[in-house]
């Protein structure tokens, strides 16, 4: 029962982390009450007690920072200060400044045209963009956690100047972290070859821009991909091999070996110094939370306490959520938290005999290791599975021999190379043979588990619910008797399973013809639900600011958490990137069945995105039909699908906007509308052949250009669906548009304000 204090901590903090509903804390409440009435009154109190704090965590909820009053886009005049140096993203660099008009920004320029460092007073003309994160619930846009933390403008410009420095102590650590980081980025040149020296630089500092895509996604796809990131296991490693080096040192002085200050010293030398460590990674959560542990460790050893590990877990976690409630929404701090958890937790297995014999005794350590690894691995995996929508089925093994071969024998030796090249380049030309070895056996590690037949599943992506309650069962688990574990699981699973069937009633067509326009910004990605089940997707979106490409970061992961499998239709209104920039990723990461496009790409040899998912869709076997074989009308249960232009055949010369693939569904009284991005020209040559409907898509986003009278008229919609970006760099949709649909009374539901929008159409002709 001693670690019942730190398991409540851990669960509020990972209520608190991930975004549910009330349901969830009711569904964790209810499995505590099962828990009292199967388990021994103790730990049923003790299982009761942790399920009460995560259910207070996840009532507590994350705050939903929004604007407002949406502010536009525009160029300024800007000072500030840099609270961090610049760093490289690509080709550019992104800088993190305070100022006192803005607050907290993001500052992106061409590299070497903002070279400022922690406590510089920068001066530029920017253009300003708000921080408006993509809304698609049950998802959440990694945006968000951007507004949490203060960070609610993207700024970028050409060129800035440093003005002045203001720069404090911790300016003063920070700059001085950087140019240790760029000396050790130099040695490790010096000494690896290129290859090598960027391996290196990802295992040491989480730096993947040196490795190529595919060696990143297949870390990521074999469950390595938490050895390219700074974790608590790095500091970790930095604070044992320092203080083996400072005890050892301070052994071979007479006296303060004979007053045993050796292993005093070995906790404290290296804390500041794994401190240093940690700025010059970047001050990821997980590194500093690490930090933190060591020195509350080395603390309350010199005080001569003997402190218990999940205590320290608990204290490290609820002072940083204290100190930024923000840092209970991130990732890296939430998977070191939980895998930490799962770690050191202590288990009822019985104690371990004394074991003299070498073989015996590596048997009995690979044992244990094993179990380590299986602990983590199940712990972290609702986690991983709620942010990527994969588990890696491999990930058990191979880190098995990656994890050790990384922390324990690549980092270090990767670490030493450094230290040593700096003094002499000569004498650390045998440590880097060594380095480059190991360090080409852990990389070659990820792409030969890639090759395994299922290394890595692709799971229905959870809930934040559904992972909650999965994570907080799989570390208390292993913390109560295997009679106990039973009873858990069991309320574990209802709760779960409640959750999953709450998803699919919320998401479900139910008989009804379901019309959703997903939040993608400036594009298009509408979601038609058949009655009987089946679903068709309408253009993908695409990035056009350089931002995430929205078929990868929305629309596959909102299908596979809205357990849409499988689409019997994707169809391409028109190729411009708005519309088919996404398309690859669906292809990619959806079943499809069928493609439908105007053909006007094939017709004009166009490259880029479009032969991108037409390649994509080939490859997987899809039945690619063009406009000449889908004009007309076509039965799909109780829907009919007519395609009504470009019909009867495609014109390559007309521009694409008119040349778009437009869809009509009717459902007995009930009909929709989707006219892609068609202008007057197009609506006027559709008018002959229009009636009526009740939903709506505003053409073209609802330019001045489209949504013409006479087109309205001819539909009269009894409610319509624009899909613009937040703000739209167009002004879309345009407050000519916007007036001719008020002057008709027709609701405009808009994913700029509301984000994503749905609308369910019945048979009778009603919707809701």
Known sequence: MRWIVAAVVVAWALGTGLRASPIVALAVLGGALAGLC????????????????????????????????????????????????????GDFLRCVIASDALGTVSLRAPIGRCEAAPGDLVRAIVSARPVVPWRNPPLEDPAMQSLRRGVAWRLETAQCVVTGRDAGAMDLLRRGARVARRAVDAALRRSLSPAGAAQAGALLFGDERGLDDATVEAFRETGLAHLLAVSGAHVAVVLRGLGAVVCWLCNRVRWMAARGLGWRWARVVPIPLAGFFVLMTGESPASVRALLSGAAVALLSLCGRHPRALDVLALTVLVMALREPAMTHDLGLQLSAVATAALVAPTDRVAAVKITQWGKRLWAWALEALRATVRVGLAVMPLLALRFGRAPALATLVNLVAAPLAELIALPLALATAALAMLSPTLAVPLAWVTGHALRMLFALAPWAQRVPWASAVWPTPTPGQAAIATAALVVGWVVSWRARAALGTAAAVAIAALELLLRHTHGAHGALRVTALDVGQGDAIVVDLPDGRTILVDAGGALHGEADPGASVVVPWLRATR?????????????????????????????????????????GMGGFYRAAATAAAGRGVIHRTAAELCGARAMGAVTVTVLAPCPTMNPTVPPNDASLVLRFDFGRASVLLPGDLEAAGERG?????????????????????????????????????????????????????????????????????????VSLRVDGSFE
């Open 686 to 758: 559709l008018l002959a052949r229009l009636s009526p409907v009740t939903v709506l898509k505003v053409g073209h986003h609802g330019s001045r250009t489209s949504s013409t009278e006479a087109f309205l008229d001819a539909l009269r919609p009894r409610v319509a669906l624009v899909s613009s970006g937040h703000p739209s760099p167009f002004n879309h949709p345009h407050p000519v548009v916007v007036e001719r649909f008020a002057r008709r009374r027709i609701p405009l539901l808009r994913t700029d304000r509301a984000g994503q929008v749905a």
């Open 38 to 89: 199967l388990l021994g009154r103790r730990r049923a109190v003790a299982l009761a007690v942790v399920a009460a704090a995560l259910g207070a965590g996840v009532l507590r909820g994350p705050t939903e920072p929004w604007w407002t009053a949406l502010p536009r886009p525009g160029a300024l005049p800007f000072d500030g200060r840099v609270v961090r140096g610049c760093d490289v993203y």
């Open 564 to 604: 849409r499998t499988e689409l019997a239709v994707v169809a391409l209104t028109h190729p411009h990137p708005d519309h088919g920039g996404g398309l690859r990723a669906v292809f990619e990461g959806v079943a499809v069945k069928e493609f439908w496009e105007t053909g006007q790409g094939e017709a004009l």
